[in-house]
């Protein structure tokens, strides 16, 4: 068992600063121009345009079409589309996590078939892991896949699915066998599922901040080929913990709710107080910290390792921190004579404090992530 945590200091090599400077110029000449028309979601457009930047799929083998650099690259990337609040959902889950899943585990025909596309931008996917009675305890997956003759029959519900309307393919978690007595882990196989395949019904749901971003997904025996099964049958727990590293780790756990961050720092720019700058230069030093800590993962990741402590860890600091963050600049600012003078900061504000309490919750609740942080301390 582990008993310690580890985040050795990653310094960004310098040529990386150029990619950092390319990717600024892209969004440049891409996104800012057209950032109204793109939007801050879902762009099919916007994901074809990385696709030819060679955005997606960066630290992919050259034989399927990917870039092969290294994964502190790909975070430069990551780091300034999701700072300039740009569009990536529609590629960012197959490029940060069903990629790398296909990659290790899909046959050759697959990856042959799906690997180029997702690297052109073309291919949404979604993750179906969480049902309406098993999300934190995703052991209790009732969703069940049946080998037939045809292939597999799926049949069950997914619930929380985001992006799942507009995805072209989802990774399911699926039952293929009971739980044994001593390992109540086994049992579990996750399938690559074609969303159009029939018998599949997406459902939205509305959240709190007026989107439909997450789904429920209906399986009313839906025929999938045998190949479509990844990795071991009944085994999937044990390929899942690499997943969730990369779900759990990115920036993405600390710059959701950034535009605030930024929208504080060119206000105190034109009222350089010493109190608001105090103020935030402590939320610049956090932030610093989880990018430091996410940074690390990404090495690790990139050196093969399976960092889940680490990982649960900077989604349990990075998330709680961006959670607060909004309240945090509503209270720095709101104090200023000019506040109501301020309606673009004030909307950035009241937006985001929308947002904020999803944050905590999906990829892993943060007690779910102490759980595993504590675990792997060995205090449980
Ligand atoms: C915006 C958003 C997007 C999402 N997108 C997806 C997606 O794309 N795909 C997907 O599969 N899921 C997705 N989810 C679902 C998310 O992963 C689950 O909501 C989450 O895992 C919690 O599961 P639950 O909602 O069933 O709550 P439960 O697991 O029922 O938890 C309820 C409460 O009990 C606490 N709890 C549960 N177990 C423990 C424990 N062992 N120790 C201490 N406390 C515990 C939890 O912290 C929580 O406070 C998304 C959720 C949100 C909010």
Not at 26 to 42: A, M, T
Not at 95 to 117: C, F, H, T, V, W
Request: proline share 4%; charged share 25%.
């Amino acid at each position: 068992m582990k008993t310690f945590i580890e985040f050795d200091a990653v310094e960004l090599p310098n040529h990386l600063h150029l990619t950092r400077e390319r990717v600024r110029e892209f969004l440049q000449r891409e996104y800012l121009p057209n950032k109204s028309r793109l939007g801050s979601g879902f762009s099919p457009e916007f994901s074809r345009l990385c696709g030819d930047a060679g955005y997606i799929g960066m630290t992919w083998p050259k034989q399927y079409g990917g870039g092969e650099k290294s994964f502190l690259e790909r975070y430069i990337v990551c780091e300034e589309m999701l700072a300039a609040g740009a569009p990536v959902w529609g590629h960012w889950v197959a490029d940060r996590q069903s990629g790398p899943m296909l990659l290790d585990y899909a046959s050759e025909e697959i990856k042959n078939d799906l690997i180029p596309k997702m690297i052109a931008g073309e291919y949404c996917f979604c993750i179906g892991l969480s049902e309406p009675d098993s999300g934190s305890d995703l052991f209790a997956a009732k969703a069940a896949a049946e080998k037939t003759s045809e292939g597999w029959a799926l049949n069950g519900t997914k619930l929380w699915t985001s992006g799942a309307r507009q995805a072209h393919y989802m990774i399911a978690l699926m039952r293929t066998e009971k739980a044994t007595e001593d390992n109540r882990r086994h049992g579990l196989t996750q399938f690559l599922v074609p969303m159009n395949t029939p018998g599949i019904t997406v459902r939205p749901v509305r959240s709190m901040a007026g989107d439909s971003e997450f789904n429920e997904v209906h399986f009313d025996n839906v025929i999938i080929p045998s190949d479509n099964a990844l990795g071991e049958i009944n085994g999937a727990w044990k390929q899942a913990s690499k997943e969730l590293a990369y779900e759990r780790s990115g920036s993405e756990r600390f710059l959701e709710t950034f535009s605030v961050l930024q929208a504080l720092a060119d206000y105190v720019h034109k009222n350089p107080k010493v109190h608001l700058q105090e103020a935030l230069g402590s939320l610049v030093a956090d932030l610093y910290s989880f990018r430091q800590m996410s940074l690390s993962v990404a090495m690790m990741l990139e050196q093969g390792k399976a960092p889940m402590v680490e990982a649960a860890l900077v989604k349990d600091v990075g998330t709680l921190w961006q959670q607060a963050l909004p309240e945090r600049v509503r209270s720095i600012v709101g104090g200023e004579s000019d506040f109501d003078d301020q309606p673009e900061l004030r909307r950035d504000i009241n937006r985001m404090l929308k947002i904020a309490p999803k944050l905590t919750i999906q990829g892993g609740t943060t007690e779910v992530l102490r759980g595993i942080i504590a675990r792997g301390l060995g205090l449980r």
